[in-house]
Protein backbone atom coordinates (compact mmCIF):
# COMPACT_ATOMS: atom_id res chain seq x y z
CA UNK A 1 0.00 0.00 0.00
CA UNK A 2 1.11 3.19 -0.95
CA UNK A 3 1.69 5.84 1.73
CA UNK A 4 -0.77 8.13 1.23
CA UNK A 5 -3.17 5.18 0.76
CA UNK A 6 -1.93 3.84 3.94
CA UNK A 7 -2.39 7.51 5.80
CA UNK A 8 -5.75 7.48 4.56
CA UNK A 9 -6.72 4.05 5.50
CA UNK A 10 -5.11 5.11 8.81
CA UNK A 11 -7.48 7.76 9.51
CA UNK A 12 -9.99 6.10 8.80
CA UNK A 13 -9.34 3.65 11.80
CA UNK A 14 -9.05 6.37 13.73
CA UNK A 15 -12.45 7.74 13.38
CA UNK A 16 -13.70 4.00 13.64
CA UNK A 17 -11.52 3.87 17.20
CA UNK A 18 -12.71 7.14 18.82
CA UNK A 19 -15.93 6.56 17.79
CA UNK A 20 -15.85 3.22 19.72
CA UNK A 21 -14.62 5.66 22.41
CA UNK A 22 -17.44 7.74 22.63
CA UNK A 23 -16.31 10.75 20.25
CA UNK A 24 -18.38 12.47 17.37
CA UNK A 25 -16.21 13.01 14.75
CA UNK A 26 -17.64 16.32 12.89
CA UNK A 27 -14.53 16.70 10.68
CA UNK A 28 -11.82 14.97 8.86
CA UNK A 29 -8.98 16.89 6.46
CA UNK A 30 -10.35 20.02 7.43
CA UNK A 31 -7.76 22.68 5.22
CA UNK A 32 -7.32 25.95 6.68
CA UNK A 33 -4.91 28.47 6.05
CA UNK A 34 -2.99 27.56 8.97
CA UNK A 35 -2.53 23.77 8.23
CA UNK A 36 -4.72 20.91 7.82
CA UNK A 37 -6.53 19.23 11.08
CA UNK A 38 -6.56 15.26 10.28
CA UNK A 39 -9.84 14.48 12.16
CA UNK A 40 -11.99 16.97 14.47
CA UNK A 41 -14.05 15.38 17.17
CA UNK A 42 -16.12 15.89 20.29
CA UNK A 43 -16.96 14.73 23.32
CA UNK A 44 -17.81 15.70 26.84
CA UNK A 45 -18.75 19.03 25.83
CA UNK A 46 -15.34 19.92 24.06
CA UNK A 47 -13.55 19.76 20.87
CA UNK A 48 -10.54 17.52 20.34
CA UNK A 49 -7.83 18.27 17.28
CA UNK A 50 -6.66 14.17 17.05
CA UNK A 51 -3.20 14.34 14.51
CA UNK A 52 -3.04 11.22 13.02
CA UNK A 53 0.49 9.34 12.49
CA UNK A 54 1.14 6.42 10.63
CA UNK A 55 4.32 3.75 10.23
CA UNK A 56 3.88 0.77 8.16
CA UNK A 57 6.96 -0.68 10.11
CA UNK A 58 7.48 0.02 14.18
CA UNK A 59 11.44 -0.65 14.13
CA UNK A 60 11.58 3.13 12.80
CA UNK A 61 10.18 4.24 16.42
CA UNK A 62 7.05 5.32 17.36
CA UNK A 63 4.25 7.71 14.78
CA UNK A 64 4.09 10.12 17.99
CA UNK A 65 7.32 11.23 18.01
CA UNK A 66 6.40 12.79 14.52
CA UNK A 67 4.85 15.51 16.64
CA UNK A 68 8.02 17.33 17.24
CA UNK A 69 7.44 20.96 18.82
CA UNK A 70 7.23 22.51 14.83
CA UNK A 71 3.85 20.49 14.14
CA UNK A 72 2.61 21.33 17.54
CA UNK A 73 2.62 25.45 16.76
CA UNK A 74 1.10 24.34 13.39
CA UNK A 75 -2.02 22.27 14.75
CA UNK A 76 -2.94 24.91 17.77
CA UNK A 77 -2.96 27.69 15.01
CA UNK A 78 -4.95 25.42 12.86
CA UNK A 79 -6.94 24.68 16.12
CA UNK A 80 -7.22 28.45 16.74
CA UNK A 81 -8.68 29.22 13.34
CA UNK A 82 -10.92 26.64 13.05
CA UNK A 83 -12.53 27.62 16.04
CA UNK A 84 -12.72 31.42 15.44
CA UNK A 85 -13.95 30.62 12.37
CA UNK A 86 -16.73 28.30 13.70
CA UNK A 87 -17.70 31.13 16.50
CA UNK A 88 -17.01 28.43 18.65
CA UNK A 89 -15.69 29.08 22.45
CA UNK A 90 -15.45 25.49 23.26
CA UNK A 91 -12.99 23.94 25.33
CA UNK A 92 -10.66 22.06 23.26
CA UNK A 93 -7.82 19.80 23.06
CA UNK A 94 -5.16 17.45 21.05
CA UNK A 95 -4.82 13.79 20.70
CA UNK A 96 -2.13 11.91 18.39
CA UNK A 97 -3.21 8.85 17.44
CA UNK A 98 -0.28 6.63 16.77
CA UNK A 99 -0.90 4.00 13.93
CA UNK A 100 1.57 0.80 13.45
CA UNK A 101 -0.23 -1.30 10.48
CA UNK A 102 2.39 -3.60 9.11
CA UNK A 103 0.65 -5.80 7.21
CA UNK A 104 -3.13 -4.70 5.82
CA UNK A 105 -5.49 -6.05 5.91
CA UNK A 106 -4.98 -6.86 9.07
CA UNK A 107 -5.91 -4.89 11.82
CA UNK A 108 -3.21 -2.55 13.21
CA UNK A 109 -2.16 -1.29 16.81
CA UNK A 110 -3.72 2.03 17.79
CA UNK A 111 -2.71 4.49 20.47
CA UNK A 112 -4.37 7.83 21.49
CA UNK A 113 -3.11 9.84 23.57
CA UNK A 114 -3.03 13.45 24.68
CA UNK A 115 -0.98 16.28 23.89
CA UNK A 116 -0.49 19.29 26.28
CA UNK A 117 -3.48 22.00 25.42
CA UNK A 118 -0.98 25.27 25.68
CA UNK A 119 0.44 26.87 22.79
CA UNK A 120 3.65 25.01 22.61
CA UNK A 121 6.68 27.44 23.11
CA UNK A 122 8.92 28.62 19.90
Known amino acids: ?8 AAE ?3 ARELARRGYVIVGKNVRLQRGEL ?4 RRDR ?6 VKCRA ?4 GPPHRAVDRRKRRALFAAAREYLHRQRDGSC ?3 LVASVVW ?21
Do not use: H, K, N, Q
Not at 1 to 8: N, Q
Open 1 to 8: MDPRALGR
Open 57 to 60: RADV
Open 92 to 94: FGF
Open 46 to 51: RVWFVE
Open 38 to 41: DLIA
Open 12 to 14: AEV
Open 102 to 122: ARPPEPPIITVARLPVTPPSS
